[in-house]
């Protein structure tokens, strides 16, 4: 195609963006488009943490000001080993294992968003730990219903990863038996404990539409009734419908984030399937400048544990690079 085609195609496509970004259905993010209305960038709205994290690492900073030592965390605050290092050097220590949790007998622990099961309270309250309990509101709705329903006769079923550490809270939560499903197979052979009525659960990361199937297929293999509580956040669906979004018109998108975060490599995968030029971007030291193709329509999304300020360095860079505008 002509370069004077593929301009034209370049600046109608920006139009094209403009007025979706004004309708703001799905893309409620920042805009920034060239003079010569041949170049742009969007920023997704829902990149960076999401609440119930930057609520996490908020409480942390909040104690840390306040002057609390000894600050402990069980398990990493989020899965970010740029802020995990930040915390570090401001003397916030991380306890990996339950056995570490046994040991320690003094000092403020954290419990992040993933949340915890009930014998975790019972462990720190034992050894006369003082807990700031950052759990989001979300996955506590989960504890509660769990408890309820076990305690009202209920069977309880997890939709979601077994090893995921929200899900082991949750289970740590169940009243009597509870079984996790993860993947089709276990869903096409699950066999309930009890002849108690069900009750489907799910972890708030999991994939809706799996979710819904894994549900059917349930309810067809038992004879009980189930009660069935949709409990996924949107924040995980939102994020990756943005995502989509903007890689299907984008020219270069990139995808900042850990790489032990799956959600950023879940987005990554999503951003790849419809953009080629997408960038996994960890630290701002990764953009290999020569690489990456400033050109068009440049989108930009991130994890639910990247911190705004790699969010920013990334941002303001496409700014200078396609809009030369700081
Ligand atoms: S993804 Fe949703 S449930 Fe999980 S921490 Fe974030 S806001 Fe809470």
Redesign the pocket.
Known sequence: MPDSENLLRTRERIVELKKEVERGTVLKGDLWVCEDGLGALYQAKSAGF????QR?VDTVLGLIQSGVAPIYTYGPIIHNEIVVKDLEEKGVSVIYTQGELEQLKEGTVVIR??GVGREVYCLMEANGLHIVDAT????RKIHRIVEEKGKAGYEVVIIGSASHP?VEGIKGWCVGEATVVETLQEAASFTPKTDKPLCIVSQ??FNLKKFHNFVEIIRKLSYHDVAVLNTI????EERQTEARSIARLADTMFVIGGKHSS?TQKLYEICRKECEDTFFVQAFDDLNLRLVPFRGIVGISAG?STPNILIEEVSNLCRKKILRIL
Do not use: D, K, L, Q
């Open positions: 999401c609440f119930g994290v996490a968003s993933h989001c509101p979300f996955v929200e708030t990361t956040c949107n924040a995980t959600n639910a």
